[in-house]
T-cell receptor, first 113, second 111 residues
Framework: QKEVEQNSGPLSVPEGAIASLNCTYS??????FFWYRQYSGKSPELIMS????GDKEDGRFTAQLNKASQYVSLLIRDSQPSDSATYLC?????????????FGQGTELSVKP | GVTQSPTHLIKTRGQQVTLRCSSQ?????VSWYQQALGQGPQFIFQ???????GRGNFPPRFSGLQFPNDSSELNVNALELDDSALYLC????????????FGPGTRLTVT
């Protein structure tokens, strides 16, 4: 079992729709959760961090965390073609240690005009 | 932001390579990751106050340094074909703040 799992996609949504990206993790001791966006040929860009159960909203992005189910998701509202990228879920076991981020393989999102 | 050099590099199997990273202003922790095509980044190691502060499952031929100005180097000896990847440097403001910000990366090709 991989430590962090994501559907590789591609996930295709029409412009203006809600894109839902999902991630599960295996270590119950994980403390910090992140979503990165990576355009083709570029480096990952941090778009959301979440540390507590529940929802966290930032503009068109909402991160959702459920530690009991070991599940974290990212919703993108009013999807735009510019949102087309690979979205990487990353998990850190111990917030106070900083250190190692464990990444999923990423979900490719395609937003069709 | 975080800067890395060089942007691209082509080396021959068995050679050695040094990649460089300058962290974001005010950040004293640097982490290095390897990203193979189609995969998520894999943690190599982290440096804080010039000391290694955690290491992933990479052999000893991957080594690093952090300098007093918080810049960092990644050295890889005895290059293998499988070392071809995007090498990413990420900085964070402290060793216990786990939000990490990536540089543009160095694309290494080993032939």
């Amino acid at each position: 079992q991989k430590e962090v799992e994501q559907n590789s996609g591609p996930l295709s949504v029409p412009e203006g729709a809600i894109a839902s990206l999902n991630c599960t993790y295996s270590d119950r001791g994980s403390q910090s959760f992140f979503w990165y966006r990576q355009y083709s040929g570029k480096s990952p860009e941090l778009i959301m961090s979440i540390y507590s159960n529940g929802d966290k909203e930032d503009g068109r992005f909402t991160a959702q965390l459920n530690k009991a189910s070991q599940y974290v998701s990212l919703l993108i509202r009013d999807s735009q073609p510019s949102d087309s990228a690979t979205y990487l879920c990353a998990v850190n076991r111990d917030r106070n240690q900083g250190g190692k981020l464990i990444f999923g393989q990423g979900t490719e999102l395609s937003v069709k005009p | 932001g975080v800067t890395q050099s060089p942007t691209h590099l082509i080396k021959t199997r068995g050679q050695q390579v040094t990649l460089r990273c300058s962290s974001q202003s005010g950040h004293n922790t640097v982490s290095w990751y390897q990203q193979a095509l189609g995969q998520g980044p894999q943690f190599i190691f982290q440096y804080y106050r010039e000391e290694e502060n955690g290491r992933g499952n990479f052999p000893p031929r991957f080594s690093g340094l952090q300098f007093p100005n918080d810049s960092s180097e990644l050295n890889v000896n005895a290059l293998e074909l499988d070392d071809s990847a995007l090498y990413l440097c990420a900085s964070s403001p402290t060793s216990y703040a786990s939000e990490q910000y990536f540089g543009p990366g160095t694309r290494l090709t080993v032939t």
